[in-house]
């Protein structure tokens, strides 16, 4: 009986033996623990994964959208010639715009309550094409923002102050005025004119924004700017304008990009993003490896039909081919239905949090601890697919050595003991 590699014959078996019948249901309880742990696997790398590539692409956005992709300081000191140095800067390629800015840490009070905050005093030209910001706003306006002595705060910073637009702030320098009789603190009011909410807690809780003139009257430094911000169209490529920036603007400044800034940061989150990929990675390891164990059981149980099948003609690489398609079955249709399920949770994962949070009356997803409003979940095709094709290549590879086995077995020596 010689058939063609693959035939309907060999497919026709390797079905009848998925399906176990009563005295082998020992054998379909493993080969569905199998199925389930390759399926559960593969779900859970997926969906680890994207929800690690978004809350890193997340951080990514809201980092950048608020801070300069390209911080220049000036050697020994503050910017006299700001608007000079940001013209040159402006004209590099790649540079969007730049901006000199004002920056100080002070004491904010309201009704009762203080807390830190960090002024950023900035144009309000400058603000409205930060669209993290301008296009953020929950509450008054950015409309005349140079014009006054008004000021934006955080959404979290309102609602902890107890404040609202309209209201004022009361700000605190305690390095203010320098008398005969020593530093003292410079306090002011200040209107506030507009609330945003970027969506990073950490943001909202602590950053003001002031008219960038205002600034420099609050910080006494008049006709001075701490440093430039400069944005440019692609941020993965900052290290290639740096040279020109550092070439635009002189030999009394020196640059610092967002990557050098938020090293240490970003390191943190690969190393756990490759920590968790491989031990969630055992997960189909061990899915994989209970393929093994149920198939070599079902190779003893069908030692019989091994033998007939052969005395009956059936080549070694026949009955091989049937075990490999019986053991590869289940890890290939488990594979499948784990990335149907976890392309299904990454797609509903926030609703899917706040339904759970609703049933056990918990906190999922603090923003207090993880900094973003929302879970994040932003799927790779290259990272899903290779997830994929790991958990394929271990399901076939788990199935050769016991389908080799299988076609290796005696039909004399199977018979005789049955």
Known sequence: MDTAPFSAFEWMLAGRYLRARRK????????????????LGVATLIIVMAVMNGFRAELFDKILGLNGHVVVHKVGGNFTDYDDIADRINKVRGVTHSMPLIEGQVMVSGPGQSAGALVRGMRGRDIEKLALVSGNIQ????????????????????????????????MINPRGKTTIMGTTPNIKRYKIS??????????DRTIVFMPFDEAQRYFNKRGLANVLEIMVDDPEKVGDYAPDI??????????????????????????????????????????????????????????RDIAILRTMGASQGSVMRIFLITGA???????????????????NID????????LTGTE???????????????????????VVMMALGLSV??????????????????????
Not at 24 to 39: D, K, R, Y
Not at 255 to 271: A, G, M, P, T, Y
Request: charged share 15%.
């Open 24 to 39: 082998e249901g020992f054998i379909s309880v493993i080969a569905g623990f199998s199925f389930l742990g390759i399926m």
């Open 139 to 170: 509450a008054g306006s950015l409309n005349g923002f140079d014009e006054g002595r008004s000021i934006a705060i955080g959404s979290r910073m309102a609602t902890a102050l107890g404040v609202t637009v309209g209201q004022s702030l009361t």
């Open 194 to 203: 507009a609330v945003f909410e970027i969506g990073m807690s950490e943001y």
């Open 246 to 303: 550092r070439a635009a603007g002189g030999s009394t400044i020196f640059v610092s990009d967002w990557r050098k800034r938020n090293e240490s940061f970003f390191s943190v989150l690969e190393v756990e993003r490759n920590v968790m990929f491989l031990i969630l990675s055992l997960i189909v390891l061990v899915a994989a490896l209970n393929i093994i164990s149920g198939l070599m059981m079902l190779v003893k149980d069908k030692g």
């Open 329 to 347: 079955s289940i890890g290939i249709v488990g594979t499948l239905a784990g990335f149907a399920l976890g392309v299904l949770v990454c797609v």
């Open 351 to 358: 609703h899917i949090r706040g339904f759970i949070a609703m």
């Open 364 to 386: 999922l997803f603090s923003a207090e601890v993880y900094y973003l409003r929302t879970m994040p979940a932003e799927m790779d095709i290259r990272e899903t697919a290779t």
């Open 397 to 418: 590879l788990a199935t050769i050595y016991p389908s080799w086995r299988a076609s290796k077995m005696d039909p004399v020596d199977a018979l005789r003991y049955e």
